[in-house]
């Protein structure tokens, strides 16, 4: 039987957590970070956590995780 293939987009953007929530980073952070406010790039740097009516999908697109 061959193994499962996980989605590579998906496993580059999404990482479990110990207990087998979803973590994700947060977006606007990729460029013209100068136009931001220091509190907004403050937020930005701290990871996330998918909402749990996503989670499901996640888990699907990668089969590995919790």
Same mark, same amino acid.
């Given at each position: ?15 479990? *957590? ?7 980073? /947060? ?5 013209? %970070?100068?136009? /931001? *406010? ?20 996640? /888990?699907? %697109? %990668?089969?590995?995780?919790?």
């Amino acid at each position: 039987m061959p193994k499962m293939k996980s989605n590579r987009a998906a496993a580059k953007r999404f990482r479990f *957590t110990g207990k087998g929530r979803v973590r994700r980073s /947060k977006a606007y952070g990729g460029h013209i %970070l100068t136009s /931001k *406010t220091r509190r907004q790039k403050r937020r930005i740097r701290k990871n996330d956590m998918v909402h749990p009516t996503n989670e499901g999908r996640i /888990k699907i %697109l %990668l089969p590995y995780g919790k």
